[in-house]
């Protein structure tokens, strides 16, 4: 942690009692002065957190921020995790180290500067509100052998986030899990390497936990958090146990491939029956939607048969 993470940290802790402290008491309690506090302060709400500052009280949080315990995240990861307090992405991070990574090495950040999602668009990644989280894996017999992924991926989250008891759980094909109708969390994973030999992916996930309101008006679709839930789960607990729940599904998706994991796709599957309309580019088709095939291709039933579509930017609406 850089020395200037290091203060702002030690401000965040003082401000998560929830009252507000003074510009003096933090001065005192940093040894530090008031102008560097007010500066901090201000760097802060760059990262899109919300300080209240009134003349006469001093700063308190708008809302409780969500922080990774570091200690207790590395104490339970056995591989390598990078956790970070401010990076560009961690997809990224781990794609620009694949030489020196070993399957399961894992990225974490408590922000990034340029997060992404799928089909190149950008991924909302305000300080301390959500779960940024990249995994590291090898495949050796090239990206053929990992077709289907993402729904694995998307699997494992849904299935960790009932273990907490959520429940109103939906995945939208290939990679979005949506909450009472809204997208929750979404999965990118990115190649690096060759199709057909050994190749390096990164298995990124966004999951919403709470959503500034300033920055959730900023979205162009419906969305979701974990904010209206009666009890919040822990944010560290949450990151270990998606670890752990991956490491099972990938190494059983190594060995089994996607059919292991028909039973939890069609149990969480948003479309399963439904009329739909696919987008491939500038073409859309329409049709019956019959699952996922085992590549994870979608299955349509058109006025010209059945069809398979895999791959490409393809994007699937409800009809």
């Given at each position: 942690m850089t020395e200037q993470w290091k203060r702002k940290r030690e401000i965040l802790q003082l401000l998560q009692q929830g009252e507000f402290v003074s510009g003096e008491?933090?001065?005192?309690?940093?040894?530090?002065?008031?102008?560097?506090?007010s500066k901090h302060i201000s760097a802060l709400a760059?990262?899109?957190?919300?300080?209240?500052?009134?003349?006469g009280k001093g700063y308190k949080l708008a809302r409780s921020l969500h922080l990774i315990d570091k200690p207790r995240l590395l104490s339970a990861i056995?591989?390598?995790c990078f956790y970070f307090d401010e990076l560009a992405g961690t997809n990224t991070?781990?794609?620009?180290?694949?030489?020196?990574?070993?399957?399961?090495?894992?990225?974490?950040?408590?922000?990034?500067?340029?997060?992404?999602?799928?089909?190149?668009?950008?991924?909302?990644?305000?300080?301390?509100?959500?779960?940024?989280?990249?995994?590291?894996w090898q495949f050796s017999q090239g990206l053929s052998q990992a077709m289907g992924l993402s729904l694995v991926v998307a699997c494992s989250l849904v299935s960790v986030l009932e273990s907490f008891g959520i429940t109103?759980?939906?995945?939208?094909?290939?990679?979005d899990i949506y909450l009472d109708g809204?997208?929750?969390?979404?999965?990118?994973?990115?190649?690096?390497?060759?199709?057909?030999?050994?190749?390096?992916?990164?298995?990124?996930?966004?999951?919403?936990?709470?959503?500034?309101?300033?920055?959730?008006?900023q979205l162009d679709q419906p969305w979701s958090d974990l904010s209206g839930l009666d009890s919040m789960?822990?944010?560290?607990?949450?990151?270990?146990?998606?670890?752990?729940?991956?490491?099972?599904?990938?190494?059983?998706?190594?060995?089994?491939?996607?059919?292991?994991?028909?039973?939890r796709w069609q149990s969480a599957d948003i479309f399963a029956g439904q009329q739909?309309?696919?987008?491939?580019g500038e073409q859309q088709i329409s049709g019956h939607y019959l699952g996922v095939d085992e590549q994870g291709g979608v299955i349509l039933q058109t006025d010209t048969g059945t069809q398979h579509f895999v791959g490409g930017e393809i994007s699937l609406r409800g009809a």
């Open positions: 008491i933090l001065a005192e309690q940093l040894g530090i002065s008031r102008t560097a506090v760059a990262f899109g957190i919300d300080i209240f500052s009134v003349k056995d591989n390598r991070f781990l794609l620009n180290h694949v030489d020196e990574l070993s399957n399961g090495d894992l990225c974490i950040a408590e922000y990034q500067s340029a997060g992404r999602g799928r089909r190149g668009r950008q991924w909302l990644s305000p300080y301390g509100s959500h779960l940024y989280f990249s995994l590291y109103g759980l939906g995945v939208k094909w290939p990679n809204r997208k929750l969390a979404g999965v990118l994973i990115e190649m690096s390497g060759t199709a057909d030999s050994e190749c390096d992916l990164v298995i990124g996930i966004g999951l919403n936990m709470a959503m500034p309101a300033e920055l959730g008006e789960p822990d944010k560290t607990e949450l990151a270990i146990n998606l670890y752990q729940q991956l490491l099972k599904d990938i190494k059983l998706f190594e060995t089994q491939g996607l059919a292991a994991f028909s039973t739909v309309k696919l987008l491939l």
